[in-house]
């Protein structure tokens, strides 16, 4: 299988902390990208990184990428009870027209 | 939201019987997928289509199939549904496949009893 991993399965934090999850894949790759899911709705997109950048931010949000180890961080700042979701990353595959998603995130953010 | 709508949102069938789902979308993306998520393991592709009448193989096809016989329409198909589809089944479309994002549907939520 050419899923991805992604630790931990499941985050639980207070609001104002800053959440970590991290994204491991196999293949090589053109970009990698953050997905976010609400309670079992379809996946929206959050960010994308390209494979020949190792950093980009949007707002709360900074991800990093290496290539080198294949894997990827999302870090989200000042987290809010509005952030708990589950997180997913995914990417192409070089070569193929696939389009992977990892394992996922389940993050809590309390009150 | 982008155009992606996915038939039926649920549907209860019984072992053995075919089932097919639809993922229909108004953007024109060239590139629709078919993925099942199941507890502990995220999304994991089923099928893919990069074209009219061009479909291959995900990480987990053993059961079903696909046809897309035009550019808004994606069908998946269980050809004999078993209890171990049981799942929430979701659609994704993209307008290329680099550097670019997925929409996703709503989601159709199956139970084979």
């Known amino acids: 299988s050419q899923q991805g991993e992604e630790d931990p399965q499941a985050l639980s934090i207070q609001e104002g902390e800053n959440a970590t999850m991290n994204c491991s894949y196999k293949t090589s790759i053109n970009n990698l990208q953050w997905y976010r899911q609400n309670s079992g709705r379809g996946l929206v997109h959050l960010i994308l990184?390209?494979?020949?950048?190792r950093e980009k931010h949007s707002g709360r949000l900074r991800v990093t990428l290496d290539t080198s180890k294949k894997s990827s961080s999302l870090l989200i700042t000042a987290s809010r009870a509005a952030d708990t979701a589950s997180y997913f990353c995914?990417?192409?595959?070089?070569?193929?027209?696939?389009?992977?998603f990892g394992t996922g995130t389940r993050l809590k953010v309390l009150a | 939201d982008a155009g992606i709508t996915q038939s039926p949102r649920h549907k209860v069938t019984e072992t053995g019987t075919p089932v097919t789902l639809r993922c229909h979308q108004t953007e024109n993306h060239r590139y629709m997928y078919w993925y099942r998520q199941d507890p502990g393991h995220g999304l994991r592709l089923i099928h893919y289509s990069y074209g009219v009448k061009d479909t291959d193989k995900g990480e987990v096809s053993d059961g079903y199939s696909v046809s897309r016989s035009k550019t808004e329409d994606f069908l998946l198909t269980l050809e004999s549904a078993t209890s171990s589809q049981t799942s929430v089944y979701f659609c994704?479309?993209?307008?290329?496949?680099?550097?670019?994002?997925?929409?996703f549907g709503q989601g159709t939520r199956l139970t084979v009893v």
């Open positions: 994704a479309i993209r307008p290329g496949q680099v550097n670019t994002e997925a929409f």
């Open positions: 995914a990417h192409d595959t070089s070569g193929t027209y696939k389009y992977i």
């Open positions: 990184i390209r494979s020949n950048e």
